[in-house]
């Protein structure tokens, strides 16, 4: 197990990345570096796992599966999607994002309306 994780080092890689190391057949790679494996001998709904690129560094989530590979990944499919004839495939469809919801990236959406309710300010005290 340890040969096949990339040796000692690799291993203690994916240890510290992953927390388990498993040992499995690769059965693709999607577009951003992310390896799916497969297992037949791990019990169901262990068999298959994702292993996340390294470009990832540790903030890696489960929105950065593209939607191809989560069928695969939670069993909606056994067909791999590179041998998936009946996958749609229209220009109009776009590329897969991940979540950046709570990044700097979120979308934060803008109000042009006043508010319907205004913070009370009150009056700065007189000397007399």
Do not use: C
């Given at each position: 197990m340890v040969r096949q994780?990339?040796?000692?080092?690799?291993?203690?890689?994916?240890?510290?990345?992953?927390?388990?190391?498993?040992?499995?057949?690769?059965?693709?790679?999607?577009?951003?570096?992310?390896?799916?494996?497969?297992?037949?001998?791990?019990?169901?709904?262990?068999?298959?796992?994702?292993?996340?690129?390294?470009?990832?560094?540790?903030?890696?989530?489960?929105?950065?599966?593209?939607?191809?590979?989560?069928?695969?990944?939670?069993?909606?499919?056994?067909?791999?999607p590179h041998q998936d004839p009946g996958r749609p495939k229209y220009k109009w469809m776009a590329e897969h994002t991940e979540n950046l919801s709570g990044t700097t990236g979120q979308y934060v959406p803008y109000s042009t309306t006043r508010p319907k309710v205004e913070a009370w300010m009150p009056k700065p005290k007189t000397s007399a």
């Open positions: 994780n990339g040796g000692i080092l690799g291993s203690l890689h994916k240890l510290y990345r992953q927390e388990e190391l498993k040992d499995g057949k690769l059965v693709g790679e999607d577009s951003f570096g992310n390896k799916y494996y497969e297992n037949p001998r791990y019990f169901y709904s262990r068999n298959r796992w994702v292993e996340y690129s390294d470009n990832f560094h540790m903030n890696y989530d489960a929105s950065q599966v593209p939607a191809e590979w989560y069928g695969w990944l939670h069993y909606k499919t056994d067909l791999l």
